[in-house]
T-cell receptor, first 113, second 112 residues
């Protein structure tokens, strides 16, 4: 299995809602990533988990809360988001260290109303 | 600085070669990558090159690295309409980090 899967594909939420994005991989990768991508821009790194521990937080607002329950799963909990948080949220995974070939999921298209 | 620059747009005729350029700034980068992103999709790793190499060829793709000028290029031979996408270069930050820094992206349009 060489895929990174993400659910849901699309999500529309209000500013008072709480929702979660999910990411899963079964490649034995121990580094997992959340990126945010706005239209016509490169992905911006949000969080990195290495061996299920948060290793990088790129000063992301606390309304985004990551969680890595085990080595195959990565969640992003969303609460009280703003319309400017609307974007494509990408998950990626890689073997920790070394070449760092990151495999990306298809993303969740998030719209905040 | 951590800016990785690419030209915004490239248009080529089907069957011609495409060359996408990238300029990076971190001389301690150990690996450099090329990713492809089709509309509405995630990023697909095409190839990567280790910083002590000058060139890497993989089927229709050729990567050239000029470390002195911090310049990376991706040549696609016999470009097809299916190659139309946005191409991002990326560098791996030095000193053991797992962080990638992406370039601004080049939109490649292939016309018949």
């Amino acid at each position: 299995d060489t895929e990174v899967t993400q659910t849901p594909k699309h999500l529309v939420m209000g500013m008072t809602n709480k929702k979660s994005l999910k990411c899963e991989q079964h490649m034995g990768h121990r580094a997992m990533y959340w990126y945010k991508q706005k239209a016509k821009k490169p992905p911006e790194l949000m969080f990195v988990y290495s061996y299920e521990k948060l290793s990088i937080n790129e000063s992301v607002p606390s309304r985004f809360s990551p969680e890595c329950p085990n080595s195959s799963l990565l969640n992003l909990h969303l609460h009280a988001l703003q319309p400017e948080d609307s974007a494509l949220y990408l998950c990626a995974s890689a073997l920790a260290g070394g070449v760092n070939e990151q495999f990306f999921g298809p993303g969740t298209r998030l719209t905040v109303l | 600085g951590e800016d990785v620059e690419q030209s915004l747009f490239l248009s080529v005729r089907e069957g011609d070669s495409s060359v996408i350029n990238c300029t990076y700034t971190d001389s301690s980068s150990t690996y450099l990558y090329w990713y492809k992103q089709e509309p509405g999709a995630g990023l697909q790793l095409l190839t990567y090159i280790f910083s002590n190499m000058d060139m890497k060829q993989d089927q229709r793709l050729t990567v050239l690295l000029n470390k002195k000028d911090k310049h990376l290029s991706l040549r696609i031979a016999d470009t097809q309409t299916g190659d139309s996408a946005i191409y991002f270069c990326a560098e791996k930050g030095g000193r053991g980090t797992d962080k990638l820094i992406f370039g601004t992206g080049t939109r490649l349009q292939v016309f018949p």
